[in-house]
């Protein structure tokens, strides 16, 4: 069974860094596509950057310049890197990953299968 645990999410001052990690149990081979999205209080799940097995990374504009995602395929593990955050960047922030192969996903929250249960992050100014 799929599982995937978030962690490193906490309070930081605007204009701070911040590094979430995802580790993901239960695969045999790994998902070809992970990514972080975040969802604000009263708005909708939106994502934030994407990656696939291959090292090819899809940014959402918002966060483009600030964050850098990347994965550790032995590990099954992935990272966040948030810097210059602003209190926008307040949000519970979710790891997710492909259910099966697939060549291309969009950035969006209904082309990935698996969820982690999310860390919050709260920037404030």
């Known amino acids: 069974q799929v599982q995937l645990v978030e962690s490193g999410g906490g309070s930081v001052q605007a204009g701070g860094p911040l590094r979430l990690s995802c580790a993901a149990f239960?695969?045999?081979?790994?998902?070809?596509?992970m990514g972080w999205f975040r969802q604000a209080p009263g708005k909708e799940r939106e994502g934030a950057a994407i990656?696939?097995?291959?090292?090819?990374?899809r940014f959402a504009e918002s966060v483009k310049g600030r964050f850098t995602i990347s994965k550790d395929n032995a590990k099954n593990t992935l990272y966040l890197q948030m810097n210059s955050l602003k209190p926008g960047g307040t949000a519970m922030y979710y790891c997710?990953?492909?259910?099966?192969?697939?060549?291309?996903?969009?950035?969006?929250?209904?082309?990935?299968?698996?969820w982690g249960r999310g860390t919050q992050v709260t920037v404030s100014s």
């Open positions: 997710a990953a492909t259910s099966y192969y697939r060549d291309s996903v969009r950035l969006t929250p209904e082309d990935f299968g698996y």
């Open positions: 239960g695969y045999t081979y790994g998902p070809n596509w």
């Open positions: 990656i696939d097995s291959d090292g090819r990374a």
